[in-house]
């Protein structure tokens, strides 16, 4: 109980210390003008409430990955605690907030925009087709799962099949209309579904008699555990303590946002939320089995999975009926996800193509092509698409943070606080796909991945760094 309770605290103290720091530095202000005035269009820039925009944005980054996730990573021991907390305060939180920034002060700029205005031209054409196909595996992925769970809550009838077709039926909409019509109005009903979940099963571990099984006294890596904890576990927790995905949201809603000084509570404080759903979830999934090896066996037995393991949580903690409300919020979950993403990849190739998308017509040029790819993606198999899909995942947070710490370097501001982030993550990025197993990775071995990871970190380190010095030399020259 203690190390959770202390995890806890490190998430929600982080964003009122380490949250305001970052904000000091970002120097948001009231005074400046936002997307949602300079480019209202009604469409996709439109002025929200900021309870809706933070509400949306929790929403859109907490997929599968704060739950499944971190079911599958509370399974490499305690270590998935201390990733969880600080990886948001430090990584996860920061990557969100200053790509949301940079967003609103570039007129509501797309990730792509972002990374390529930072990195150069050559940077911005790859991050496109990586971004958009991210978006795009999001999709497919984030149908699957919420058409399971309903599948198995409905009659017969209504198999599997059919939920499929009408959730994605509900994200073309989505994609489509403009984001006060459906989105808005729907996700506060989402929202409370996914924040009593969360509620529900926090009660339960902090005033109920039940025993949390982590101990940061007992540092070491289970037995049981399904491989080495790096790089596997932070790829693994994923969204619940960093995510790229992210950033591809962030502009998003920096086109709704009124006010600058916003920008904290929205982005930091989604992303500080969804550490806190993603800590709940890793000690409810340790808790309700009984421990690491107990954990192992469930998730090794026919029929169990992540997705079994949360309705048998759900239903035992919280009752019938609280349980259908919870089941109702993981369900609520990927949805929410899945919507923006494929918004989010009509807004990335119309930013890119230059096409205006105050008409309908011209929404729906851009979206047939995605919704092709996605029919298509729909068909393989759901393990496969979440592999590839954890792992781009991350990788694009490597970009993000990289393109922030120029950036921050631009503006003669303290870059270490991204550039560390950003060299981690590309450790566990080249090193993951270097020793996952073959066809997902190359097979190579863990310590010789780790390796060529750090080397390739200090490689884009010492590019940086002499960029950095150019910059000033440049600065200093001006300002004689």
Not at 258 to 285: D, H, Q, S
Not at 289 to 314: F, I, P
Request: charged share 10%; with cysteine; hydrophobic share 55%.
């Amino acid at each position: 109980m203690t190390a959770f309770l202390i995890a806890l605290a490190v998430l929600v103290g982080g964003y009122f210390l380490y949250g305001l720091f970052i904000d000091r530095i970002l120097e948001t202000s009231a005074s400046n003008p936002t997307p949602a005035y300079t480019k209202r269009d009604d469409i996709d820039f439109h002025p929200m409430p900021v309870w809706k925009v933070f509400l949306i944005q929790f929403l859109n980054i907490a997929g599968l990955g704060p739950i499944f996730g971190a079911i599958m990573g509370i399974m490499f021991g305690p270590a998935a605690f201390l990733w969880i907390a600080l990886g948001t305060i430090f990584g996860g939180a920061v990557h969100d907030f200053a790509s949301g920034v940079i967003s609103l002060r570039q007129g509501g700029a797309s990730l792509p925009e972002i990374v390529g205005g930072q990195l150069g031209n050559g940077v911005r054409r790859t991050m496109v087709i990586f971004s958009v196909l991210l978006l795009i595996l999001v999709t497919a992925v984030f149908v699957s799962t919420p058409a399971g769970l309903l599948a198995s809550m409905t009659p017969d009838y209504l198999d599997r099949k059919f939920w499929l077709i009408a959730i994605f039926a509900y994200y073309v909409l989505a994609t489509l209309l403009p984001i006060d019509k459906l989105i808005g109005k729907i996700y506060p009903l989402f929202g409370f579904a996914l924040l009593f979940m969360a509620l529900g099963l926090l009660g339960v571990l902090i005033f109920t008699s039940v025993e949390i099984p982590v101990s940061f006294s007992e540092m070491m890596r289970p037995s049981t555990a399904p491989a080495a904890i790096f790089p596997m576990m932070f790829v693994s927790i994923a969204c619940g303590a960093i995510s790229g995905f992210h950033a591809t949201q962030s502009p998003m809603m920096a086109r709704c946002l009124t006010n600058e000084k916003l920008a904290r509570p929205v982005f930091y404080g989604a992303m500080v939320a969804e550490g806190i759903v993603a800590l709940i979830w890793a000690a409810a999934a340790v808790t309700y089995t009984g421990g690491y090896e107990q954990l192992s066996t469930y998730m090794t037995m026919d029929g169990h999975d992540a997705g079994s393991l949360v309705k048998d949580v759900s239903f035992s903690w919280l009752g019938t009926f609280g349980g259908i409300l919870a089941i109702l919020g993981v369900i609520a979950a990927p949805i929410t996800t899945g919507d923006t993403a494929l918004r989010s990849a009509r807004l990335t190739v119309a930013d890119f193509l230059h096409i205006s998308q105050s008409k309908i017509t011209r929404r729906i040029l851009v979206t047939i092509p995605l919704i092709i790819v996605v029919a298509l993606l729909m068909m393989m198999d759901f393990s496969v698409l979440w592999r590839y899909f954890a792992w781009s995942n991350q990788t694009l947070s490597v970009f993000t943070l990289w393109a922030v710490t120029v950036y921050l370097a631009r503006h003669a501001k303290p870059w270490i606080i991204t550039m560390l982030p950003a060299m981690f993550m590309t450790i566990v990025c080249v090193s993951y796909i270097l020793c996952a197993p073959r066809p997902e990775g190359f097979g190579v071995d863990i310590t010789a991945a780790t390796l060529i990871g750090l080397t390739v970190a200090i490689i884009f380190a010492a590019i940086f760094l002499k960029y950095k010095n150019r910059l000033t030399v440049h600065q200093t020259a001006n300002d004689d």
